[in-house]
């Protein structure tokens, strides 16, 4: 059956990559968490999207710039100003503690993209490990190298390429690379592609799903999880 995680958390309705967002979807009953990873100056996991905090909190400047006490300053509510009081920054070690004894996947975005953070994959692949969560972690980025990296250092966890792209055969080309997961857009897919994905062996983690009809049909061509916004109401269109 095609699983639910939240993206971000509940964070249509919660503000994102918070630890008020994240227990709102396991309250939901999601079947997993999709959320980003930082590495701040005092090389601390955090959990935030952007490279900076400007969009996301009441303060301002680069994540990597910051240690975790400075970050802990500022409020990340700000998209939902005053509703629902101070949201703080959350560690991965903060997540962690929350779903260590719940069957829930965690899909885990490093955010190197812009900036590289060294060592960040074997600083996540160590706290993974001190939880005994490695099977229940996907790792994922857009950046491929990243990725390979996760997979040499840690072979026993699953990871996916993530692809804002249309590439050809993006299975096999996944496949080919000893990954198991594909994470497309869903605008790229379609049942061709869907079928291409499954028989070069890959997992589809499909992202951001928010309406019932995409919900629907994704579903029904069967993509292996869905990611929204609101899983709260994915979870109904689906089951």
Same mark, same amino acid.
């Given at each position: 059956?095609?699983?639910?995680f939240g993206?971000?958390?509940?964070s249509?309705t919660?503000?994102e990559?918070?630890?008020?967002?994240?227990?709102?979807? #396991?309250e939901a009953?999601v079947d997993?968490?999709?959320?980003? %990873?930082?590495?701040?100056k005092d090389?601390?996991?955090?959990?935030?999207h952007?490279e900076?905090?400007?969009?996301?909190?009441?303060g301002?400047g680069?994540v990597r710039?910051?240690?975790l006490?400075?970050?802990r300053?500022y409020?990340f509510?700000?998209?939902f100003?005053?509703?629902?009081?101070?949201c703080r920054?959350?560690?991965?070690?903060?997540?962690?503690?929350?779903v260590k004894? %719940?069957?829930?996947?965690s899909?885990?975005?490093?955010?190197?993209?812009?900036?590289?953070y060294?060592?960040?994959?074997?600083?996540?692949?160590?706290?993974?490990?001190a939880?005994?969560?490695?099977d229940?972690?996907?790792?994922?980025?857009?950046?491929?190298t990243?990725v390979?990296?996760?997979?040499a %250092?840690?072979?026993?966890i699953k990871?996916?390429?993530?692809?804002e792209n249309?590439?050809?055969?993006?299975?096999?080309?996944?496949?080919?690379?000893?990954?198991?997961?594909?994470?497309?857009p869903l605008?790229?897919l379609?049942?061709?592609t #869907?079928a291409?994905m499954h028989?070069a062996?890959c997992?589809i983690n499909?992202?951001?799903?928010n309406?019932e009809?995409?919900?629907?049909?994704l579903?029904?061509?069967?993509?292996?999880a869905?990611?929204g916004?609101?899983p709260?109401r994915?979870?109904g269109?689906?089951?």
């Amino acid at each position: 059956m095609t699983k639910v995680f939240g993206h971000r958390g509940c964070s249509g309705t919660y503000p994102e990559n918070t630890m008020l967002a994240f227990r709102k979807a #396991v309250e939901a009953g999601v079947d997993g968490m999709e959320f980003d %990873l930082h590495l701040t100056k005092d090389n601390k996991l955090v959990i935030i999207h952007d490279e900076t905090i400007d969009r996301t909190s009441n303060g301002s400047g680069a994540v990597r710039d910051m240690t975790l006490e400075e970050l802990r300053q500022y409020d990340f509510s700000a998209a939902f100003p005053g509703e629902y009081g101070v949201c703080r920054i959350p560690t991965l070690e903060e997540y962690f503690e929350m779903v260590k004894d %719940l069957p829930l996947i965690s899909n885990i975005e490093l955010k190197t993209g812009v900036w590289e953070y060294p060592g960040i994959e074997q600083a996540a692949i160590d706290m993974v490990r001190a939880y005994h969560l490695e099977d229940r972690i996907i790792f994922s980025s857009f950046n491929h190298t990243t990725v390979e990296r996760c997979k040499a %250092l840690a072979p026993d966890i699953k990871c996916g390429f993530l692809t804002e792209n249309w590439p050809s055969r993006f299975g096999a080309y996944t496949a080919l690379h000893g990954i198991e997961c594909c994470h497309p857009p869903l605008h790229m897919l379609s049942e061709k592609t #869907v079928a291409e994905m499954h028989d070069a062996g890959c997992e589809i983690n499909t992202w951001t799903v928010n309406t019932e009809e995409d919900a629907k049909r994704l579903a029904g061509w069967g993509v292996d999880a869905l990611i929204g916004n609101y899983p709260e109401r994915m979870l109904g269109w689906i089951k």
